[in-house]
C-alpha cells in the first residue's frame, strides 16, 4: 500500500515537474538574454510573503502566493520602467523585504505551522490537484504566448528601440511578459520550494547559453537540460529516499558544469 502511494506522488511530481521544466527552457533564455537572471529569486521570495498573508488571513497559500508575486512582478517592472534602474536593481531591493514580510506574516498567524519547510524547499508529498491545475494553467498560457508574441520579445530583448520604430507595442508585451514569469515562478514554488526556485529557471538556459550560437538552439537546449534534470532529480530521490527538490537541482547544477566544460573544449578546439 505504502509502495503504491509513493508511486502515485512521484508520478504527480514528475507530471508537474516537467511541465516546469519546459516552460521555464522557453521562457529562461530570454531572462538570460536581458540580464534578469535575478528575477526568479525577487518573484519567489515575493511569493513567500504572498504565502505568509494567506496562512495570516486562512485562504489556501496557492492564490495568495500568487496574487503577491504577480503583484510584485507588475511592480518591479513599473520601478524599473520609471525609475530607469535595471530590474536585477529593483529586485535587489524588494526581494529581502518580501522574505521578511513574509517571515513576519507567519509569526503573526495563529498556531503551529509545520509546513514551512515545505514552502522553503519543497515537498512532493504535499502536491495537491491544485499544484496541477496551476501546472496546466501555466503551459497553456505559456504555449500562448510563446505562439504568439515570443518573436516579439525576443524583437524587445535585442533591440527595444527598434521594436519601439516597428511598432512593436513594447510595455504591452513587457508586463505581459512580467506576470508570466510571475506566474512560473509560483508553481516552480509549489514545487521545489521558494530558496530553490531560480534555479529552475535560470541555471538551463545559463547552460544553453554557454553552447548554443543561435537563440532558438538555446531554448530547444533549455528545455530539454530541463526536462532530464527533472525527471533524474525526481527518480534518484525515490530511488534513495531523499528530498526531490535538491535532489532536481543538484542535477540541473551538474548539467550546467558539464556545459561550462564543454564551452571551454569548444573555444580551446577553434583557438587551436
Do not use: C
Not at 11 to 23: C, D, E, T
Not at 100 to 127: E, K, R, V
Not at 215 to 232: D, Q
Amino acid at each position: 500500500m505504502f509502495e503504491f502511494f509513493s508511486l502515485f506522488f512521484i508520478q504527480r511530481a514528475l507530471i508537474i515537474g516537467l511541465i516546469i521544466a519546459f516552460v521555464s527552457g522557453l521562457m529562461g533564455p530570454f531572462l538570460v538574454y536581458r540580464k534578469m537572471a535575478f528575477m526568479g529569486v525577487g518573484i519567489s521570495h515575493g511569493t513567500f510573503a504572498g504565502i505568509g498573508l494567506g496562512i495570516l488571513i486562512g485562504i489556501s497559500p496557492i492564490y495568495s502566493g500568487m496574487a503577491f508575486a504577480i503583484g510584485l512582478g507588475i511592480f518591479i517592472g513599473f520601478v524599473s520602467k520609471i525609475g530607469k534602474i535595471s530590474e536585477d536593481v529593483s529586485i535587489g531591493v524588494l526581494f529581502s523585504f518580501a522574505m521578511a514580510l513574509g517571515i513576519f506574516l507567519i509569526n503573526s498567524a495563529p498556531g503551529y505551522h509545520t509546513d514551512i519547510m515545505g514552502y522553503l524547499f519543497g515537498d512532493i508529498l504535499a502536491i495537491s490537484n491544485g499544484d496541477i491545475y496551476l501546472a496546466m494553467i501555466t503551459l497553456v498560457l505559456t504555449i500562448l504566448w510563446f505562439t504568439l508574441r515570443s518573436r516579439q520579445m525576443k524583437y524587445i530583448t535585442f533591440d527595444e528601440d527598434f521594436s519601439k520604430v516597428v511598432g512593436v507595442p513594447v510595455t504591452i508585451d513587457y508586463y505581459i511578459f512580467m506576470v508570466l514569469i510571475s506566474l512560473i515562478t509560483v508553481a516552480i514554488v509549489n514545487f521545489v520550494g521558494v530558496i530553490l526556485a531560480s534555479s529552475i529557471m535560470i541555471a538551463p538556459a545559463a547552460a544553453s547559453r554557454l553552447i548554443a550560437k543561435k537563440f532558438p538552439t538555446m531554448i530547444i537546449l533549455a528545455v530539454t537540460f530541463g526536462m532530464i534534470s527533472v525527471f533524474l532529480g525526481i527518480t534518484f530521490s525515490y530511488g534513495f529516499n531523499i528530498s526531490s527538490g535538491p535532489s532536481v537541482v543538484f542535477f540541473i547544477t551538474a548539467i550546467f558544469a558539464m556545459a561550462f566544460a564543454l564551452s571551454k573544449i569548444i573555444v580551446h578546439h577553434h583557438a587551436a
